[in-house]
């Protein structure tokens, strides 16, 4: 697949995994914890000393404030809301690395495994905030399909579509939507068949980068077809049956193969 004219579109990537084991030891043996409403925040104490007793503390408090906040917007956006603490674990950087990497192909700002993992930082920048945001929506679906795999497309291009909007970004780039319409006019696309697997991490750092923003571009295709209420109906029925075919027809009156290639078209005559 020829992508090496956008490989440097800078994506930030990060994706749902199989449960894996929670870290209990940080970089120097041990993490702070910090609780609120509805999380559990672990911070590598080599993260907190490198930043400063106060500043941590500071740092700790604002991440909490993001991830309250996301959990306020989740139900307005997507009808979903955790009944369960969610456990976020922020790693140092080279511990992230040291145990994380083997996981996934490309690099990744972070992942959820059962818990919430990030890589290391010392401060709430934007990177971080869709991290935060991103994980919180597969965390959200874990708790309500514990023992659902939903097929990638959907977990990712929902996660990637609420990130986008914690920072105020309600449509794909015209950037973006120049690569996708060149994608689809060389006939290299995922299918949604393709990006149905559990999670994308098995995919090179090129591939991902697309199929990452495919699955985003799909579900804001949904959205302009119907509105975000019916997206926000979309994700609530499945929570509640599990059956994303049947919901999608439901809610969509047409069956996935068909949104798909009137997702494919309108990239190909230019009209999305």
Known sequence: MNLRRWIGIGLVLCFALPTVAHAGRGADGEYEERRSSHFVLYQDVDIDRTSGFYGSRRFEQQVLEVLEGAYRQLDAA???????????????????????TGLFRF????????????????????????VLHHELVHAAFDQALPRVALPAWFN???AEWFE???????HI?????????EVAAEGQLFSLAQLSTRALGHLGPR???LAYLQSRAFVDFLVRERGDKRLRDLCRRVARTGDLVDAIERIYRRDLARLEADFVDALRRGSY
């Open 78 to 100: 997507i009808g979903l809301r955790p009944r369960d603490a969610i456990v976020v674990t922020i790693h140092d950087p080279e511990i992230f690395a040291e145990r994380f």
């Open 207 to 209: 591939e991902a980068g």
């Open 173 to 181: 780039s015209p950037q973006h939507k120049r690569v996708l319409r």
């Open 107 to 130: 690099p990744a700002a972070g992942f959820y495994g059962g818990t919430i993992h990030v890589r290391g930082s010392t401060q709430v920048t934007d990177a971080l905030v869709r």
């Open 156 to 158: 990712e291009g929902v």
């Open 164 to 170: 986008a909007r914690a920072l105020g970004l309600h």
